[in-house]
């Protein structure tokens, strides 16, 4: 079994920054990929960001240029920065992990943008 914890959401003025973490209990080099998928009230959860295996990222066109995926394998962490935030990126913020023995998600942390 998997964990995936997350850590850092919060309140945020519109055009702030926050950086997510992602803990995972399993070596990080040992998940085909990992991603970043949100979900705000009333809507479907949608995929973010994904890195694979590799170094290969792809991100959602409304994210591009504001949002950046990483991930430090030494400490088994995913990271999503998150620059000039916007109202519209409200939501919950779920990391998940994609593994040899199956898809794991963390249970998310809450991103509200307002001023």
């Known amino acids: 079994q998997v964990q995936l914890v997350e850590s850092g959401g919060g309140l945020v003025q519109p055009g702030g920054s926050l950086r997510l973490s992602c803990a995972t209990s399993?070596?990080?080099?040992?998940?085909?990929?990992m991603a970043w998928y949100r979900q705000a009230p009333g809507k479907t959860r949608e995929l973010v960001a994904r890195i694979g295996a590799g170094v290969s990222t792809n991100y959602d066109d409304s994210v591009k240029g504001r949002f950046t995926i990483s991930r430090d394998n030494a400490r088994n962490t995913l990271y999503l920065e998150m620059n000039s935030l916007k109202t519209e990126d409200t939501a919950v913020y779920y990391c998940?992990?994609?593994?040899?023995?199956?898809?794991?998600w963390g249970q998310g942390t809450q991103v509200t943008v307002s001023s």
């Open positions: 998940y992990g994609h593994t040899w023995d199956g898809d794991y």
């Open positions: 399993r070596t990080i080099v040992s998940f085909y990929s």
